[in-house]
């Protein structure tokens, strides 16, 4: 298990707010957009390395990953949220978190290409609000909260949801439940 992954889920906030318990997030930057997933669902990050891609998934799924012997799926959210491609960098990282699965099945590893990776923030219970009703660019129910930290605010991504590939295939339209265009045959 990752140092990160070790770290206490409540814990006081070390942004100066120390009246009462904070969730502790990974934030990554997606473009001007900064985004959090909790900390204990992220296992490690690692550097960009070699994505092998399948036939007949959706555009955002990326291929597979060997990741010391294990085949861990890679998805990209800036695809997954409809944003614009971009050429990858050398900030560009692969997050590799653990995504609960469905009934007593057991967590799976799924790997998400960002293009930053920030930090580790303590955000104070008391600081995240629910999530807006309108006005943001992913699906509602992607989102756990938002996060006010300073000046800025972190919009927190349900990891079940957003790479649950059976979720997202059925929220595809006809036309795009097919293969990518890329890895189309």
């Keep these: 298990m990752s140092t990160i992954a070790q770290s206490t889920h409540a814990s006081k906030s070390k942004a100066g707010d120390s009246s009462g318990p904070a969730k502790k997030v990974l934030s990554f930057g997606l473009g001007n957009e900064e985004y959090g997933l909790d900390i204990l669902a992220v296992r490690e990050i690692i550097g960009l390395i070699d994505i092998t ?33 971009v050429n990858y960098t050398d900030e560009t990282c692969i997050i590799v978190v653990d995504v609960p699965a ?13 293009d930053t990776v920030r930090e580790v923030l303590d955000i104070p219970i008391s600081a995240i609000e629910p999530s807006p009703e ?27 949801k957003v790479m649950n590939p059976a979720e997202a295939r059925a929220g595809l339209p006809a036309a795009e439940a097919g293969a990518s265009p890329a890895l189309a045959a």
Excluded: H, Q
């Design 102 to 114: 469905e009934g007593d099945a057991d967590p799976r590893l799924m790997g998400v290409v960002v």
């Design 134 to 160: 309108f006005g943001c660019s992913i699906p509602m129910d992607y989102i756990t909260g938002i996060g006010k930290v300073k000046e800025k605010v972190v919009v927190m991504l349900d990891t079940a």
């Design 53 to 85: 891609p399948l036939p007949r998934t959706p555009a955002y799924v990326k291929g597979v990953i060997n990741l010391r012997g294990k085949i861990i799926p890679v998805i990209e959210l800036r695809t997954r949220f409809g944003m614009p491609s």
